[in-house]
Each structure stands twice: as C-alpha cells, then as structure tokens.
C-alpha cells in the first residue's frame, strides 16, 4: 500500500510538472508564432524598401542623366556665346556659367552713356551679335537685368531713380535683341534690379563702376 500510495503521489507530481511544462511549451509556440508573424511583416517591409531604394536610384540616375545633359548644353551655349562675341569678352564684357546658366555681363561702358538708358553704336553691335546666338537657341529663356551703382540718380526724362535707370536699360536691351533677330518676345523678360545686387560692395570708384552693368 505505501509502494502504491508512493507511486500515486510520484506520478501525480510528474503529471503536474508535465502540465507545467506543457503550458510553458504553449506560451513558446504563441511567443514564437509571435516572432514569425513580425518576422513576415520586417520582410515584406524590407521588400517593400528595397524597391522603393531600387526606384529611387533609377530616378536618381535619370536626375543626373539630365543634369549632365543640361551641364553639356550650358557648356555648349557658353561656349558658342564666346565664339560669337570673341574681341568683346574681356573688354567690358564678360561671361561665366553659374547656377546651370549662362551669363553675359555687360560693362556700362560698353553699352550706355552714364545717366543714359540709349544703348550707343558699340553696344548694339554687341547685342546684334549676342542675338544671332540667342535666337537659336530657341528652348532657353532669357532674362535681361539692368544693374546700377548706389549713387542717386540725378537725371531726368521720366527716370526717377535708379530703379526706372535699370528697367529702362533692361528694356532697352531687349528691344535690341527683338528688333535683330527672330527671338520670340515670349521667351524675354526685362527686369530692374536698380543698385541692390551689387558685385563690388566696397563703396569705390572701381567697385560702383563694375556694378553699373547689364547681364543677359
């Protein structure tokens, strides 16, 4: 009887671990099936990011495919720019390629009486020669801005300042550029930037006069 008594209480323990073991086992598969389902959800996002970084580097390449083909075609204005204006480039005129454009900078030497918004002789020849170019190159806008010093303008003739002084050479300028060339008006813009983009802030005779000037 005791042998059996013994034997009752043995197995009642192992059937209770057992339980205990088998509840543990359970909470593991749940925790574990758990695991499995954020591992699905971690690699369908992972999926999902590798294609949308696979998206992202073809755009990224088509973007810089453009770039490089815009970069090609600034290089090839600018360059047939300088051929076109060779004999000017360096005496009051110069040329430079910044920001994916192409600028032509004309000295007010080069262009205008001081005060005057009358392009003279030697500026139209310039700006005939700058038109033949522009013309075409008909995919590209172009903007005309007139730039003057800080000192106050003093003349008069329905210029008040130094902001009708730089609209009006802006204007000026493409008037030229229309009246010699096949250019659509549509593609010019004519702006007054008066004395507020100065490229010489020093305040001297030398610095005011490199800021009196019209960039196209």
Do not use: C
């Amino acid at each position: 009887q005791q042998l059996i008594d013994g034997a009752s209480a043995e197995s009642k323990k192992i059937l209770e671990e057992y339980n205990i073991a088998q509840e543990a086992l359970q909470h593991k598969e749940d925790a574990l099936k758990i695991l499995e389902k954020a591992l699905k959800e971690k690699e369908s996002n992972l999926e999902r990011m590798t294609a949308e970084l696979a998206k992202r580097e073809r755009r990224v390449l088509e973007l810089e495919g453009i770039i490089n083909r815009k970069d090609s075609l600034v290089n090839a204005l600018k360059k047939t720019v300088q051929e076109a204006l060779l004999g000017f480039e360096g005496n009051g005129l110069t040329i430079e390629q910044r920001n994916g454009k192409v600028y032509v900078s004309l000295d007010e030497s080069l262009l205008f009486a001081s005060g005057s918004s009358v392009v003279d002789a030697k500026g139209v020849t310039v700006l005939k020669k700058l038109s033949s170019v522009l013309e075409q190159e008909t995919d590209i806008n172009i903007v005309v801005e007139g730039h003057t010093d800080n000192v106050p303008y003093k003349g008069s003739g329905g210029i008040n300042d130094n902001w009708d002084l730089s609209a009006k050479r802006a204007t000026s300028v493409v008037k030229i550029l229309i009246n010699n060339s096949t250019i659509d008006p549509q593609r010019l813009t004519a702006s007054g930037r008066g004395e507020y983009v100065p490229l010489d802030p020093s305040n001297t005779s030398a610095g005011r006069a490199r800021n009196r000037r019209t960039e196209v």
